[in-house]
């Protein structure tokens, strides 16, 4: 059994607030580290008002407060908006405050809803940015372990607060591109299979075959992010995705158009919209099966779960029923000892 961990994107509920889907954020945390899941990362978003979580190291640093023992992290940070300098700063601060258990993941998007070059703009990010992401990360990682080339401009720059064990750095991707940054860098990839139509299973091959001992380690190591609907049953499941698919949709063609559709147009639309998801969905067991199969089919170490749900209540139940089931085939299993809530997954 692979370790289990969750992505939170902090998605605002129809007719509710930022503050409010922040707090939920909070609370989806505390109920993940009780449940026993090995990681809890947030996002970063901008120009996005479905999505409240803009400033992932101040939600970390406010997350790994209130939490006891779960790691917590970027999922990830959008490194080309960023000095790699101060982001090295940030993470190492909470390195210190937090006693070790701070993931960086980082990514080459502008992690937010574009309007032409107007975003770019506001975040003062160059028009080369994405095309300079490998360089991003050798400086990121640079600053955090202290090992630059001879030579190079950046060598005499001391990290403040400097830190016994760096934050571990993770590369986002869905695509070769980003396989190939941590693959030559020897550090683990995290595939963002929840992204659907957007995600190319292509990019895990290439990772694996182009993977150098690096950073974190000496093998690849491969975490999958899923969106996961979990309920009772597996008919209350489906009624379930088909409400949180309905209701995310209304909420972003409100956002983008004002033309009213048809009942059988929105219904066609919606059924589209969730047959392009990378969804498991189902009751407990149902749920427990197809994540291992996925985890198999993708040869993941690790799978991260991004709850389906428009409701924080919605969230917290689909892991606590992710993870009883877990325990269940877990203990079933011909190798005990390396479930969610048992053994110890690598860092």
């Excluded at 954020?25 to 109920?31: E, K, L, P, Q, S």
């Excluded at 170490?301 to 009883?324: H, K, N, S």
Aim: net charge positive; proline share 7%.
């Amino acid at each position: 059994m692979v370790p289990l961990s969750v992505l939170d994107v902090a998605l605002v509920a129809p007719g509710g607030t930022a503050r409010q889907a922040l707090h939920d954020v909070v609370g989806t945390a505390r109920a993940a580290d009780t449940l026993g899941y090995h990681r809890f990362w947030v996002a970063e978003h901008h120009n996005s008002p479905r999505c409240a979580g803009s400033s992932p190291a101040v939600l970390i640093s406010h997350i790994a407060a209130r939490t006891q023992r779960i790691r917590v992290g970027s999922g990830g940070v959008m490194l080309t908006n960023h000095a790699p300098l101060t982001v090295a700063e940030q993470f190492a601060v909470l390195q210190c405050l937090h006693d070790d258990r701070i993931d960086l993941g980082v990514g080459r998007a502008t992690g937010g809803v574009d309007s032409g070059t107007l975003l770019d703009r506001a975040l003062r990010r160059p028009p080369q940015a994405r095309a300079e992401f490998p360089q991003l990360v050798d400086e990121l990682l640079g600053f955090l372990h202290g090992h630059w080339p001879a030579g190079h401009g950046f060598q005499d720059l001391e990290l403040s607060p400097t830190v016994t064990v760096p934050p571990v750095v993770h590369v986002l991707g869905t695509s070769e591109n980003g396989a190939r940054v941590a693959a030559a860098r020897g550090l683990p990839f995290t595939y963002g299979a929840h992204l659907g139509p957007r995600s190319r299973p292509a990019a895990l091959d290439r990772y694996r075959s182009a993977f150098t001992p690096g950073f974190a380690g000496t093998r690849p190591r491969v975490i999958a992010s899923v969106n996961v609907q979990c309920a009772g049953t597996d008919a209350e499941a489906e009624r379930l995705a088909l409400d949180t698919t309905t209701a995310r949709f209304r909420q972003k063609h409100t956002a983008t158009s004002a033309a009213p559709l048809s009942e059988a147009r929105e219904r066609y639309l919606v059924d589209r919209m969730l047959d392009d998801l990378q969804l498991v969905r189902g009751g407990p067991a149902t749920v427990a099966d197809g994540l291992i199969r996925l985890a198999a089919t993708l040869g993941a170490d690790e799978l991260m779960l991004v709850p389906y749900d428009i409701t924080a209540e919605g969230r917290v139940r689909t892991l606590r029923l992710t993870a009883q089931a877990w325990h269940g085939a877990g203990a079933a299993s011909s190798r005990p000892g390396r479930g969610v809530l048992t053994g110890r997954p690598p860092r």
